[in-house]
């Protein structure tokens, strides 16, 4: 079964920490998304990769970065966490072409005190 | 740009009632239309696709017609269960783009 795999599905860390969050793919996909989901506010981008070492901003990158460094790898890094980057965080991959759609992780809900 | 509307939520419905939760698009061309289900505290999950113009798409009980006169890929479903309470999230891809457009997502409450 393909799967995207993030790391942690609980995490809670203090403010001001460095924090990773880790997923991969094991489907050889080309494209990796970060998004973070909050109540009314949708799925918002925050940072995606169409291949390896190439990032790309989304739309809302301002306090996070991001490493691909292997193809089945994509790293979230919140450089000094802080409470407003408490959310649920979500991993995706897909084909290069998004008419293929995109397969999501499960998630990491990340609470930030 | 494309967009992607979709009803606000929440839907309440009780247990065997039929579901329509209304999405509708904006795109040039051809793009792929998509429906996801999210269950509490887990990631979205894939639950139909249509690649094109009156194409259906099934899965669960669920279908979608992909209806380019009227830009609308509406989720039905006939009877619905406890279980099928989620939030639903209606996107659109394109053969030329590597993002998906999301709406804004509808969450299902089914009661017993």
């Known amino acids: 079964d393909v799967k995207v795999t993030q790391s942690s599905r609980y995490l809670v860390k203090r403010t001001g920490e460095k924090v990773f969050l880790e997923c991969v793919q094991d489907?050889?996909?080309?494209?990796m998304f970060w998004y973070r989901q909050d109540p009314g506010l949708g799925l918002r981008l925050i940072y995606f990769?169409?291949?390896?070492?190439?990032?790309e901003k989304g739309d809302i990158p301002e306090g996070y970065s991001v490493s691909r460094e292997k193809k089945e790898r994509f790293s979230l890094i919140l450089e000094s966490a802080s409470t407003n980057q408490t959310s649920m965080y979500l991993c995706a991959s897909s084909l290069p072409h998004s008419n293929y759609g995109y397969t999501f992780g499960s998630g990491t809900r990340l609470t930030v005190v | 740009g494309d967009s992607v509307t979709q009803m606000e939520g929440p839907v309440t419905l009780s247990e065997e009632a039929f579901l329509t939760i209304n999405c509708t698009y904006t795109a040039t061309g051809y793009p792929s239309l998509f429906w996801y289900v999210q269950y509490p505290g887990e990631g979205l999950q894939l639950l139909l696709k249509?690649?094109?113009?009156?194409d259906k798409g099934s899965n669960k009980g669920f279908e979608a017609t992909y209806r380019k006169e009227t830009t609308s890929f509406h989720l039905e479903k006939g009877s619905v269960q406890v279980s099928d309470s989620a939030v639903y999230f209606c996107a659109l891809g394109r053969n030329a783009g590597n993002m998906l457009t999301f709406g804004g997502g509808t969450r299902l409450m089914v009661k017993p």
């Open positions: 249509a690649t094109k113009a009156d």
């Open positions: 990769s169409y291949d390896v070492k190439m990032k």
């Open positions: 489907m050889d996909h080309e494209n």
